[in-house]
């Protein structure tokens, strides 16, 4: 079986799995109302989707494509961005409206922790490469939520930009947050929270994606129809730090962006074009597109 791309249809309540390599739609699966994010569970075995207006994260048999559980609670409102503490066998939610994160136990899919952030629109969630802290991109605070994942405690709410959503800690760059409004990426450091420079993005970035080996940094800008090509080693006046070196045409309104394992290739959901941009990461360029359903945004890549 060849590696396979997970799409998630937002206006027609359907996942798409599409095989990696000829663009061709394998199955089709049906969730719950406007799938919005996916990620693969540590075993690889299980995939979770959250139905931001189904107020339902589902998790699903990456074999069967059998729904295995449907994880709810009172306070869900809009639930959205997932990380997978692998490690600890977790799986992290941002519920926007309510301005909570939690904490799901991925052997047996239940809801073992909450921490509220007492912030405005807590969207996406990102981990640091050990899985110590969490962080929380709060679109209505202008800020980010620092949590200590052991103890479940927060650590620090540091400002960055305006309606700050997509987000990321890369190992060497630090945290990187791309600020819808403001068109701009804050790079803070992880330990301090302090900010350590901003570099130039599209208009209304929404997602920030490292590649498997770090050297890149992919931003997806909704309203200018590129994508943004951050190099994490740049060297501008003297001091390395992340820059964009270029802006790669795609669809219309470009979300949920992925990588496949090696780095060799990238891929991008077009909301307004219902299809999935194909990257080359030699040249970067987009060489072909994937038909999937309407308005596709969150993506996964699952390896076979």
């Not at 799901?104 to 629109?121: A, F, G, L, R, S």
Request: charged share 30%; proline share 6%.
């Amino acid at each position: 079986m060849t590696d396979q791309l997970l799409v998630l249809n937002k206006d027609s309540d359907t996942m798409s799995v599409i095989d990696a390599e000829t663009g061709e739609t394998e199955t089709v699966v049906e969730t719950e109302f406007n799938p919005h994010e996916i990620t693969v569970g540590p075993d690889g075995e299980t995939v979770y989707v959250t139905c931001s207006l189904g107020d339902a994260l589902l998790a699903f048999d990456s074999e069967t494509w059998e729904r295995t559980a449907e994880i709810e609670h009172e306070a869900f409102d809009f639930p959205h961005g997932l990380a997978v503490r692998e490690d600890a066998g977790e799986l992290w939610l941002a519920s926007t409206y309510s301005s909570r994160v939690y904490v799901i136990d991925c052997e047996t899919d239940e809801i073992v922790d909450h921490v509220p952030t007492h912030q405005d629109k807590s969207h996406m969630v990102a981990l640091t490469p050990d899985e110590e802290r969490a962080f929380v991109a709060n679109i209505g605070s202008e800020n980010v939520t620092a949590i200590d994942c052991d103890e479940r405690r927060i650590l620090a709410d540091p400002m960055v930009g305006e309606e700050p959503e997509g987000i990321a800690v890369h190992p060497d760059a630090g945290l990187l947050v791309a600020n819808q409004e403001d068109g701009m990426l804050s790079v803070l450091d992880p330990e301090s929270f302090e900010q350590t420079t901003r570099a130039l993005l599209g208009e209304t970035p929404i997602r920030v994606v490292p590649s498997p080996d770090g050297r890149h940094v992919l931003v997806p800008n909704r309203e200018s129809n590129d994508v943004s090509l951050i190099d994490t080693e740049h060297v501008r006046d003297g001091e390395q730090r992340p820059w964009e070196i270029a802006r790669i045409p795609v669809g219309i309104w470009p979300g949920g962006t992925v990588f496949d394992s090696d780095g060799e290739r990238a891929f991008v959901a077009n909301n307004k074009t219902n299809d999935v941009s194909v990257i080359d990461c030699e040249n970067w360029t987009e060489t072909e597109r994937y038909e999937t359903g309407l308005h596709p945004d969150g993506i996964a890549y699952l390896p076979r």
